[in-house]
């Protein structure tokens, strides 16, 4: 689907739910996708990026950074504290901040490196076993941790189990946000970003509806 016709769809879901229009920011999540469909939406002016591993990213974007002015890059994947540093330098947000000992990690890069990119504490609101967050119970004990190291903490993210519906995760998400006075919220993929912007997403995660299906093969 073109570019042009998700953002089309994200700006009549504004209007449609009394949000400010343009106040949703999609993140094209490029992840695995041919670079000649990359540079073919930097190409239309977009600039805002996800990519879920380190790796990968750091393959690629500093690259296309220079080529095309003005990206901002989000780690949308989970991080290795050993892979911090190489993060923060690679990224302007990450979202996928889930446990203490990754907080300590950066605050103390931050206070090293005298900069810290913005970030989204990931919360795993379905409970799964195999998937990264921090539960929802002790989702205000660990933003109240970051936030004694010296981190300010943007927004939340979330990834509802696949096969659930989404919209009591986001509500669940926009509930703990609210509390803790967080106003980002990152949530809502290709199949459910309306849903997600119903309930107050800030941003959107989109991949393979702008850019077709990943080919992993
Ligand atoms: C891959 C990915 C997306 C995009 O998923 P689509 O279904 O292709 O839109 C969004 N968020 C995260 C965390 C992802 O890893």
């Keep these: 689907m073109p570019l042009s016709d998700i953002l089309d769809r994200i700006r009549a879901?504004?209007?449609?739910?009394?949000?400010?229009?343009?106040?949703t920011t999609l993140v094209a999540v490029s992840k695995v996708q041919p670079i000649d469909r990359v540079?073919?939406?930097?190409?239309?002016?977009?600039?805002?990026?996800?990519?879920?591993?380190?790796?990968?990213?750091?393959?690629?974007?500093?690259?296309?950074s220079d080529r095309f002015?003005?990206?901002e890059l989000h780690l949308v994947g989970p991080l290795q504290t050993n892979k911090a540093r190489q993060a923060m330098e690679l990224f302007d947000v990450i979202e996928t901040l889930d446990?203490?000992?990754?907080?300590r990690t950066l605050a103390r890069l931050k206070d090293e490196m005298g900069?810290?990119?913005?970030?989204?504490?990931?919360?795993?609101?379905?409970?799964?076993?195999?998937?990264?967050?921090?539960?929802?119970?002790?989702?205000?004990?660990?933003?109240a941790e970051c936030r004694?190291?010296?981190l300010e903490i943007?927004?939340?993210?979330?990834?509802?189990?696949?096969d659930e519906e989404p919209s009591l995760h986001f509500a669940l998400l926009a509930k703990i946000a609210a509390r803790n006075g967080i106003e980002g919220l990152s949530m809502g993929m290709s199949g459910d970003f309306e849903r997600a912007i119903a309930?107050?997403?800030?941003?959107?995660?989109?991949g393979s509806a702008i850019f077709g299906e990943r080919d992993y093969g």
């Design 13 to 23: 879901e504004e209007t449609r739910t009394g949000r400010a229009p343009g106040s």
């Design 39 to 64: 540079i073919a939406v930097l190409a239309e002016g977009h600039r805002v990026f996800g990519e879920n591993k380190v790796q990968e990213a750091a393959g690629k974007w500093p690259d296309l």
């Design 69 to 71: 002015p003005g990206v």
């Design 99 to 103: 446990r203490p000992k990754l907080a």
């Design 115 to 143: 900069q810290c990119p913005r970030l989204f504490v990931q919360v795993n609101t379905g409970e799964e076993d195999q998937k990264a967050g921090v539960m929802p119970a002790e989702a205000d004990a660990f933003i």
């Design 148 to 150: 004694d190291l010296g």
């Design 154 to 162: 943007e927004g939340l993210m979330c990834i509802p189990p696949a």
């Design 199 to 206: 309930q107050g997403a800030t941003h959107v995660r989109v």
